[in-house]
């Protein structure tokens, strides 16, 4: 099976900057794309980046030019530089692995899509 675990969320003042890390762990032989969604309450979770493992990148309209998405193929991590946060940037934030291929034992290689359990990131004012 394959698992995300995401670090870095806290506690910061707006304007602070904060470093989201996500490594997926398994039997990985290739993970598509690797990105980050949000959801603050009430709210639909959105997408905020995401990254191809050729290393193009899509970026939402609200984390053009302050957040910035990369990746380590090697360590099956993706990362997320936020700076300039602003309280609207509150949320739960996930990090999400598309097509996943893995090795699955007595199954052989199999392909999936992986949530991680999510971290919460607040901005205060």
């Known amino acids: 099976q394959v698992q995300l675990v995401e670090s870095g969320g806290g506690l910061v003042q707006a304007g602070g900057s904060l470093r989201l890390s996500c490594a997926a762990s398994g039997r990985i032989f290739s993970i598509n794309a690797m990105g980050w969604y949000r959801q603050a309450p009430g709210k639909q979770r959105e997408l905020v980046a995401a990254i191809t493992s050729g290393g193009s990148t899509d970026y939402a309209d609200s984390a053009k030019g302050r957040f910035t998405i990369s990746r380590d193929n090697a360590k099956n991590t993706v990362y997320l530089q936020m700076n300039s946060l602003k309280p609207e940037d509150t949320a739960v934030y996930y990090c999400?692995?598309?097509?996943?291929?893995?090795?699955?034992?007595?199954?052989?290689?199999?392909?999936?899509?992986?949530w991680g359990q999510g971290t919460q990131v607040t901005v205060s004012s």
């Open positions: 999400n692995a598309d097509d996943v291929l893995y090795y699955s034992g007595s199954y052989g290689s199999r392909r999936g899509d992986y």
